[in-house]
């Protein structure tokens, strides 16, 4: 059965990359990457229930894909950008939990190369409102002891 990251991968066309250039670290400093409910239950899982918030994702709402904002949670943004972006790295990037987006995403894309419908962000913010990650959401909601569906 396709995993969530796979239908990601096929609806994006993204292959997974790493990459340490300001273009890319510049993403880090503006805000975090997103991430599936599945990546967040795992980072929970992994003891970093801190450094997560719940957020209203509006962007789909803008691009008129979505009649409201999308609730999730994500890794919270500080004034320096993602709160796991320490020292010029991703503090995630070793573990193996760096956020679904974060390990798709790279400096190569542009705004004339940008279709809504196929990027990354969307893609992976859709997962929030799939069915199919219910029991997923829900087990965050425990465990966070907040509302999101
Ligand atoms: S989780 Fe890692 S890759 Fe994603 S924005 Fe934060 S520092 Fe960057």
Redesign the pocket.
């Known amino acids: 059965m396709e995993t969530t990251f796979q239908r990601i991968i096929r609806r994006t066309g993204r292959k997974p990359v790493s990459c340490k250039c300001r273009e890319c670290q510049q993403?880090?400093r503006t805000?975090?990457?997103l991430g599936t409910p599945d990546d967040i239950e795992r980072l929970i899982d992994a003891g970093y229930s801190d450094k997560l918030a719940l957020t209203y994702w509006c962007v789909g709402q803008m691009f008129g894909a979505i009649p409201h904002p999308i609730r999730m949670v994500q890794?919270i943004q500080t004034d320096g950008?993602?709160?796991?972006?320490r020292d010029g790295l991703?503090?995630?990037?070793e573990c193996g939990l760096?956020?679904t987006?974060?390990r798709l995403s790279h400096h190569t894309t542009r705004l004339e190369t940008f279709r809504f419908r196929n990027s990354l962000a969307w893609n992976v913010a859709k997962e929030w409102i799939d069915v199919r990650n219910d029991d997923t959401i829900q087990r965050i909601e425990t465990k966070l002891k907040l509302r999101i569906l």
Do not use: D, M, S, T
Request: include cysteine; hydrophobic fraction near 25%.
């Open positions: 993403q880090c805000c975090p990457c890794a950008g993602c709160i796991f972006f991703c503090e995630l990037h760096k956020p987006e974060g």
